[in-house]
């Protein structure tokens, strides 16, 4: 069943953190489904606020876009969390920020896992969950008690847990995550900020208004420029994302939202999807797939292999999002390496 047809069953619950992690992480619930590797990780996360470069100086962002964000570990988004199913993990959150954060994590199953529970300024707490069930799972802040939880996912505090199932197959992996941006300084396209850091603004929030699609906590992170008769440059720093051609990829494409859907797809190519809720397997796959449906709050593995040599796209085929930033550059060449990641992107695999 594509995850369009599970969100809209659960439109209207407000209780997000809490109703949402079972519903939409698109995985068995049976515990059954792991065997105890007798393994525990250890993964620390750091909780500020901080202003950080949302937009780079183009066109349609004059000068640039700073923005007033929350973070873990000092970026959007946090960083990808990987274990192997099996595997027991243990947290920390560390909040070196000046108001309450928390952590809800999808992957948990009860409220005893998922989640941290406030952690005031100053603390930390540590708590486990087991990677009962594969895949790839949101994680994100709770603020206080779900008390302002859009406004700390709107600035920034989320990311992506990878769970390695046993019979995962080799693939050259990417850590992708699709956020928006509520800009009380953003005045639009074309225009942009005028050089004011810009903070959350409710009221766009409210009306589903958002003024960035992020790719790792940019516009456009990815992507050089746009089109060939007539060139609009958007990235002058942009890092494409490399691939051999013919090699199989595997991609943890995450939506934090806090709104909107991505319909994620590659330009010039076909996907195959790991998703679904069938026990004791490792998710559904639909074969030749051309654009997949991901809710916000939620996360698709995703497989492609590039056929042939050139430049493919990945965008949120939502016309809006690629304008507003949601797409990313990959090149298919033969001398991309096994190491040619952009910074942030490589997953810790299986086993590691």
Known sequence: MNKAIVAGLAAGVLVVGLIFSPIFTGFPLSTAQAQGTGTTKHVTLIADEMAVQVAPDNPLHPGGIMYNAMVFNGTIPGPVVSVDQGDTLEITLTNEGSVIHSLDFHAGFGPSKALSGNVAAGESKTWTLEAVNAGVFFYHCG?????????????????????????????????????????????????????????????????????????????????????????????????????????????????????????????????????????NRYGTQVKNDETWTIPPGSASVIEAVFPEAGVYVGVDHNMSHVLKGGAFAVVADDASTPDDHPEGTWVPPRGS
């Open 143 to 279: 603020a206080d008690g779900l008390n302002g939880v859009w406004e700390h996912i709107a600035n920034g505090m989320y990311g992506g847990i990878v769970v390695h199932p046993a019979n995962e197959k080799p693939a050259k992996e990417f850590y992708v995550v699709f956020g928006e941006i509520y800009n009380n300084a953003d005045k639009g396209p074309f225009v942009g900020s005028n050089g004011t850091t810009g903070s959350f603004d409710l009221v766009k929030l409210w009306s589903d208004t958002p003024d960035l699609q992020l790719t790792n906590g940019m516009a456009h992170k990815y992507v050089p420029g746009i089109g060939q008769a007539v060139n609009i440059p958007l990235n002058p720093d942009a890092t494409p994302f490399k691939v051999k051609p013919g090699e199989q990829t595997r991609w943890y494409i995450v939506n934090a939202g806090p709104n909107q859907y991505v319909a994620f797809h590659f330009i010039s190519g076909m996907i195959d999807v790991k998703d679904g809720s069938i026990k």
